[in-house]
Each structure stands twice: as structure tokens, then as C-alpha cells.
């Protein structure tokens, strides 16, 4: 049995002091031990006061990116590294997300340069994958997580792969309030974790997180989550809200 894995991605939102408001409100409000991985990504300039508001608790804290020098240092006008990730008591790191690779350009090459860094500085990658709309429309859906995966993931060992959680995000979902069906979710990430085994093999791709991301919300995460193989979600807009996410959080 996978742990269930609940990631709030908070973008471009957010003080610190509104998200220290949200971090101490959300440790008082889940009683520890959890019952479910539960992630947080403030934007950088929070990462810090977060991290000291939930110090000792159970709740991990999540950068959004980082620059993919595996040096972790430069000459980089505005980057953050992934040691300086660490240092502000980051475990997790977003690579990848639709947002970076459409807005920003990011292209499969550099995505897998940050994935290396981020494991090499001890952070654990959150690897975002999915189709768009018109991927989707082409019935090209598999072959682009396929294509995605392989790129990202194949010359990963084993344990490098033991610290990736897979978040299955179909671009058309992100956003906009159009969910896949649990159904149309399910089937991708049974894709996904049949893809990782051929890859990476049985015993990794049957303990893989593969978790979904696309206007999950309070309503609909119990039936994503009764998937199979969704193990947990990455959430967007409905993660900027305390009470959206702790329900969320308290799916079962
Ligand atoms: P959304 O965003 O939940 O607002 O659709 C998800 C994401 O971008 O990770």
C-alpha cells in the first residue's frame, strides 16, 4: 500500500505572512501522526518562515523549481540553487510542472539536469508529466508520457528513482476547472507505473507515488483517489485555501 500523498502547490501566491498564517493554521489542524504525506510549495520568498512555522511537525515543505547547475552555484542573476533549497529546510522539489515547460520553455533536457541536482543535494523530485488538449484530441495521450517518463526518468538507478514522485497532470485540467474522470486519470497512471516498470523495474514502479494534478478539489478527491493507481494529488487553486485543503487532506 502506497502512503497517500498530498501536495499543496501554491505558485505565485501568497505573503509570508499569509502563508505563515496558513502553515500554523493547517499543524493545528491535522493531528499528527498523519495519515497521509501532506507537502506544501510557498513560493521562495516564504520558504524560510514556513519552514521554521511547521519545525517539527510532520508537514514537509516543497520549492516550486530550482536552477539545474548540479554544481549548485554560479552565475545565475536570479536563480536559486538546490543546496540553498536545502538549507531553508526544503525536502521536496517541483521539476517540470506544465507551467515551467509552456511559460518558460523548459524542455525535457533540463528537466532531467534538475532532477539529477535536486537528488544529488538530497531533494526528492516531484516530476510533473501530461498531454494537452490537443495531445489528448490526437490520441497521442501515452505516447507523450511515455516520451516524458523516458526522457525524465530511464537513466535514473533505483534509488535515485526512490526519491521521484511522478505527478500526473494533464495540461487542459490545470486550471481550468475540467477534471480528468477518475476514470481517464486512472488509466493514465496505470500507464505510468506499467512505463516505470519497464524502466526501472517491478519492485521501484510498485511503490512509486503517482499522483494527480488538475483542478482537484474537496469534491472530487475521494474519487480519485479510490483509483488504484492514483496514490495521491498536486494541488493548485484549491490548495490556497486552508479549509479546501484540509479537506482535501481528510479525503478518506
Ligand atoms: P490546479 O493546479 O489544481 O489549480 O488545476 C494544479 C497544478 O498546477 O499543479
Known amino acids: 500500500m502506497i502512503r497517500p500523498f498530498i501536495a499543496g502547490n501554491w505558485k505565485m501566491h501568497k505573503t509570508i505572512g499569509e502563508a505563515v498564517d496558513f502553515a500554523s493554521r493547517l ?11 501532506v507537502v506544501i510549495a510557498p513560493p521562495f520568498t516564504a520558504l524560510y518562515a ?7 511537525s510532520e508537514i514537509h515543505i516543497c520549492a516550486q523549481n530550482l536552477h539545474e547547475d548540479v554544481s549548485g552555484r554560479g552565475a545565475y ?9 536545502a538549507d531553508v529546510g526544503c525536502e521536496y522539489v517541483i521539476i517540470g510542472h506544465s507551467e515551467r515547460r509552456t511559460l518558460f520553455g523548459e524542455k525535457n533536457g533540463v528537466i532531467v539536469k534538475k532532477i539529477r541536482t535536486a537528488l544529488k543535494f538530497g531533494l526528492k ?21 511515455e516520451r516524458q517518463i523516458k526522457n525524465g526518468l530511464s537513466n535514473f538507478i533505483v534509488d535515485d528513482i526512490k526519491n521521484v514522485v511522478i505527478a500526473y497532470e494533464p495540461v487542459w485540467a490545470i486550471g481550468t476547472g475540467k477534471t480528468a474522470t477518475p476514470e481517464q486519470a486512472g488509466e493514465v497512471h496505470a500507464f505510468i507505473r506499467h512505463t516505470m516498470e519497464k524502466y526501472s523495474g517491478k519492485d521501484i514502479s510498485r511503490c512509486l507515488a503517482i499522483i ?10 475521494r474519487d480519485l483517489m479510490a483509483q488504484r493507481d492514483i496514490n495521491g494529488a498536486l494541488v493548485g487553486g484549491a490548495s490556497l485555501e486552508i479549509e479546501s485543503f484540509i479537506r482535501i487532506v481528510k479525503f478518506t
Open 125 to 145: 523530485a516531484i516530476l510533473c508529466i501530461g498531454e494537452t488538449l490537443n495531445e489528448r484530441d490526437q490520441g497521442k495521450t501515452f505516447t507523450v508520457v
Open 50 to 56: 514556513v519552514a521554521e512555522a511547521l519545525r517539527g
Open 77 to 85: 542573476t536570479g536563480e536559486v540553487s538546490a543546496p540553498m533549497l
Open 212 to 221: 494527480y494534478g488538475g483542478s482537484v478539489s474537496p469534491d472530487n478527491i
Open 27 to 37: 499543524r493545528k489542524a491535522l493531528a499528527e501522526p498523519l495519515e497521509a504525506d
